[in-house]
Structure formats: C-alpha cells, structure tokens
C-alpha cells in the first residue's frame, strides 16, 4: 500500500533522478565504469538510504539531493577502493548501539525511557545518516568502534595504528557526527551536507 509520504518521495526522487545520473557518472573513476553503471550507484544509493527517508521527512528536493549527492559520493569512493585497494566495505549495514547514542545525544532518549521508542528508533536513523555522510577516515574509525566496542587497542589495529591515536580519531569523528547529528534533527539537510563536505585533513596520529 502507497502512503501519501511515500508519494511525496517519490516525486521528489523523480524531480532529482537524472541529476543523480549526471553526478554518479562523474563519480564513477574509468576503471570503476567498468563493473558498475551509473544507473547502479544511483539505484545502491537510494535502497542505502531508504530506512531514514521516512524518519527525515525531507520536504524540498534540494534537501534530499544535498543527502543523496554526498551519500552517492561516498559509496562511489567505498567502491573504487574495493576494487583497487581491496580495502573493508564501509557501506555495508552500519549498527549504531545505545553508548553511541548517548555519547551523540545531548539528551535525547535513550534506550532507558521504553516509553519513547519511536524517538529513539528515529536518533538511531538520525546517526547512521551522519555517519554514511562521514568522510572516509571517520566512517572507518567509527565503524570499527562500534564493531570492536570501546576497545582501542583493537580498533587501532583495524586501522594500522596505535590505540591513543584511535581514541583521538574517534574523538574527533564522534565531534563531526555530533555537529552533522544536530543540523538533522533540525532539518538542516543542506548544512548536515555542508559540515560533511568540509575539509576533512587529519593531523598526523601519534604513535
């Protein structure tokens, strides 16, 4: 059964489709052409995202296609890496537990008050967004602390480095989270897209 709001997103996909097209094309490296067509990042892109469309309620097509265009960017990187690096899938199902929650949540509910399930359904979607529109080296950190629990040493060797650097990247990727988080709880899609789209240079980790 069609819900008014599944209407409603509809007509915005179909407003930004071929301009989705468009940027997918340009994402797409030569090599990468290849094994993947436009029509599939775009299509892999928007079924990645369609479990938050509903808590976001996006109203204007220029919100969604801010979103979907730094969404679409990020997987179009994650796929070039696979297959020239064979570098760790970051676009596989990202499971946001309760301590990030709390660690993001400036005191929103928390698994502690049952009684607001669905706000904490919706943070929980709210996070996984802002972290899919993270840059590379914050998804990576905060995917793997959230695989490897609070557990520094061991994120550190997923990603090739000692624990106290992994305990300050996570720091500073839970910050971007944290300011991407806030700017989508207030429907400010194009700023969320906007602080992901920052320059994401890291100082050197310390070893």
Do not use: Y
């Amino acid at each position: 059964m069609t819900t008014s709001g599944d209407s409603h997103l509809n007509e915005l996909l179909r407003q930004i489709w071929e301009r989705l097209h468009r940027w997918a094309k340009l994402e797409l490296s030569k090599h990468l052409r290849r094994k993947m067509t436009s029509e599939d990042l775009v299509q892999d892109t928007i079924l990645s995202f369609l479990p938050t469309l509903r808590v976001l309620r996006v109203k204007a097509a220029e919100d969604l296609e801010a979103i979907l265009h730094r969404i679409l960017r990020n997987r179009a990187r994650d796929a070039s890496d696979r297959f020239i690096a064979q570098k760790r899938r970051l676009d596989r199902e990202i499971h946001v537990t309760t301590s990030t929650m709390n660690a993001v949540g400036d005191g929103h509910p928390s698994r502690a008050n049952p009684e607001k399930a669905a706000m904490v359904e919706e943070e929980r979607e709210l996070l996984r967004l802002a972290i899919m529109m993270c840059s590379e080296s914050h998804r990576e950190v905060m995917i793997a602390f959230l695989e490897e629990g609070n557990a520094f040493v061991k994120v550190g060797h997923r990603l090739g480095i000692v624990a106290d650097a992994a305990r300050k990247r996570h720091a500073r990727a839970l910050l971007k989270v944290r300011n991407i988080t806030l700017r989508l709880r207030r429907r400010d899609f194009r700023g969320a897209s906007a602080i992901a789209d920052e320059d994401d240079r890291e100082p050197p980790d310390e070893e």
